[in-house]
C-alpha cells in the first residue's frame, strides 16, 4: 500500500526536492504552499503523513498543526530553517510528532518518514483479520484500557486522542508498572533510533501525554523519577 504524504512550505523550490525524494521512494505525494490550502486539501481527502514548514502566509505551521491535531492523529513532521531548542519544543508542544532543522539530509528525512509511518500504522489490523480481541494486546491500569492491536486506548470508554508516538510512550510505560524508563530508554524503544544527550523530545512528548492523561483521569499517572526518568505506579 503507498503511503500519501502531504508537503506543505512556501518555498517551492524545497517542497520540490522533498516530493523527488519521497516519490523516488514510493510514496504517493501533493504540494500546499500554505496552511490554508493545506487545511483544505487534508479536509477534502485525508494524508496519511504531513511534512510541514513553520513560517508560512496566511496560516503558519503552527496554527496548521493545531488545527489538524483537534481531531486527528495524523503523523506530522515539522521541517523548519527556526532552530533553536525553543523553536523545537514549540512545535512539539503544538503537536508534531518529530522536528528537522533546514538545512536537511534527504535521507535523514526519508528515514524519518518511515519511523513515523512504522509507528503510526505498524499495530493497524490486517485485511481479513477477525474481529476477536486478543486480550494479550491489551492493557489495563484502573479506568484506563491501552489496545495495542487497534492503537487505541480509553477512559471508561471515552477515547483518548493521542497521536502514534504518544501512544507508543503509554503503552511502553504501562507495560511495566512500576519500572523507570531513561528519557534515552524511551526514546530508543520508542522512536527506534540513537538517543542524544540534551535531545528534550521525550520530555515534551511526556509532557503533553501527562495533561490529556490527567486531562481525563483527574489524576496523575506518569511519575517523574528526578534525574533518572519516567514510569507509571505499578
Not at 493521542?162 to 507508543?168: D, Q, R, Y
Request: hydrophobic share 40%.
Amino acid at each position: 500500500m503507498e503511503r500519501r504524504v502531504l508537503i506543505v512550505d512556501d518555498e517551492r523550490e524545497i517542497a520540490e526536492l522533498i516530493e523527488i525524494y519521497l516519490r523516488n521512494e514510493g510514496f504517493q505525494t501533493a504540494i500546499a504552499c500554505d496552511g490554508e490550502q493545506a487545511l483544505e486539501m487534508y479536509e477534502r481527502d485525508p494524508f496519511d503523513l504531513v511534512v510541514l514548514d513553520i513560517m508560512m502566509p496566511k496560516m503558519d505551521g503552527l496554527e496548521l498543526c493545531r488545527k489538524l491535531r483537534k481531531d486527528q492523529n495524523v503523523p506530522i513532521l515539522m521541517v523548519s530553517a527556526k532552530t533553536q531548542d525553543m523553536d523545537k519544543i514549540m512545535g512539539l508542544m503544538t503537536g508534531a510528532d518529530d522536528y528537522m532543522a533546514k538545512p536537511f539530509n534527504p535521507m535523514e528525512l526519508i528515514a524519518r518518514v518511515r519511523s513515523l509511518l512504522r509507528r503510526s500504522y505498524q499495530y493497524s489490523k490486517p485485511e481479513g483479520a477477525g474481529s476477536g480481541r486478543d486480550v494479550s494486546k491489551e492493557l489495563r491500569l484502573g479506568q484506563l484500557r491501552i489496545d495495542k492491536l487497534s492503537h487505541t486506548a480509553d477512559v471508561d470508554g471515552r477515547s483518548l486522542q493521542l497521536t502514534s508516538t504518544e501512544f507508543g510512550i503509554l503503552y511502553l510505560l504501562a507495560s511495566q508498572p512500576g519500572r523507570v524508563f531513561s528519557a534515552e530508554d524511551i526514546f530508543q524503544q520508542v522512536w527506534k533510533e540513537k538517543y542524544f544527550e540534551s535531545n528534550n523530545t521525550v520530555m515534551v512528548h511526556i509532557s503533553k501525554l501527562r495533561d490529556k492523561l490527567e486531562k481525563e483521569l483527574g489524576e496523575k499517572l506518569i511519575v517523574t523519577v528526578w534525574g533518572v526518568g519516567y514510569k507509571i505506579e505499578g
